[in-house]
């Protein structure tokens, strides 16, 4: 909806300054208004996660689950940590987008040696080079 606008605006824009100034204060407020929403996005999706990914580790029953759900995100970071570092698991991370995502969700993930292993996939080399520098980069040739 907001594109549509910007984009009609934009078309009217080359006969009046006004539409024209009106535009630029729009698009900055759309665009600021994208970047909290990503923030919040993003903080929203990093609890899921690691909600999701400690819940499948350890089977949780219906008690364990509620349970989860009253922590505090750095306590189930914490949780999810300490169980990587007690069994050996194995953590897909699929589609990782940006080295901020990584950054985000990283502390949930022993970075000194375990039994435990992350896979994570991501479309840029960047992301994966910064999530493990030591860590085997596979990089399929395309079809």
């Avoid at 600021?32 to 999706?45: G, I, M, P, T, W």
């Avoid at 990914?53 to 949780?79: N, P």
Wanted: glycine share 2%; aromatic share 6%.
């Amino acid at each position: 909806m907001m594109q549509g606008l910007l984009k009609d605006a934009d078309a009217r824009q080359r006969d009046e300054e006004v539409i024209r100034v009106l535009v630029a204060e729009i698009r900055d407020a759309a665009y600021d208004l994208e970047d909290v929403s990503e923030n919040f996005a993003l903080k929203f999706q990093v609890r899921n996660v690691w909600q999701e990914i400690l819940t499948k580790l350890i089977s949780a029953t219906c008690e364990q689950r509620k349970e989860i759900a009253r922590m505090s995100d750095a306590e189930v970071a914490k949780k999810l940590c300490l169980l990587q570092k007690d069994k050996r698991c194995l953590a897909v991370l699929d589609d990782i987008w940006s080295i901020e995502a990584w950054d985000s969700l990283k502390a949930a993930f022993p970075y000194e040696e375990t039994r435990s292993r992350i896979l994570l996939t991501t479309r840029r080399e960047a992301v994966a080079s910064h999530a493990g520098p030591s860590g085997f980069l596979y990089q399929p040739l395309p079809l």
